[in-house]
């Protein structure tokens, strides 16, 4: 009953805009909508500066749908818009992205842990962790 009265609180409080936004990724700020702490599933809106990537290539637990609001996102030679719909299998490495001029407002849903477990064990092994951290 607990986690009910929580997840509830959390849905108000988004219903009425009062999620905060946190940093946690250097520059960016990401706000979680929803999550699961069973699975590890949860909605984000992730608000990222011009030029800021600060997953680079990585991959997550769950498929991923994302949907740009607002501004561009340069991914793989294209210029992603408002509208633009992305979608990435579980586990499957996708990245880097880097917001264009103004940067870039996107929803993004993850159906499952938010990192693969793969991702994680390289980040905590060294190498990768420092250039994740912004």
């Known amino acids: 009953e607990e986690l009910q009265w929580v997840n509830d609180l959390a849905f108000f409080r988004s219903f ?27 909605a984000y809106l992730l608000d990222q500066p011009e030029g800021y990537d600060p997953f680079q290539a990585h991959a997550h637990g769950g498929n991923e749908y994302s949907f740009i609001l607002e501004g561009e996102l340069h991914h793989d030679g294209r ?34 842990a938010f990192f693969s477990k793969q991702f994680i064990e390289e980040l905590m092994a060294g190498g990768r962790a420092a250039r994740h951290r912004a």
Do not use: N, Q
């Not at 009425?16 to 949860?42: C, H, N, Q, T, Y």
């Not at 990435?88 to 849903?109: D, N, Q, R, S």
């Open 79 to 112: 210029v992603l818009t408002p509208g633009c719909y992305l979608y990435f299998p579980k586990e499957v490495e996708h990245g880097p992205f880097v917001p264009g001029k103004g940067g870039c407002v996107l929803y993004t849903v993850i159906d499952g």
């Open 16 to 42: 009425m805009g009062r999620v905060p936004w946190m940093s946690r990724f250097g520059s960016g700020k990401i706000k979680a909508l929803s999550f699961d702490e069973e699975s590890g599933a949860g």
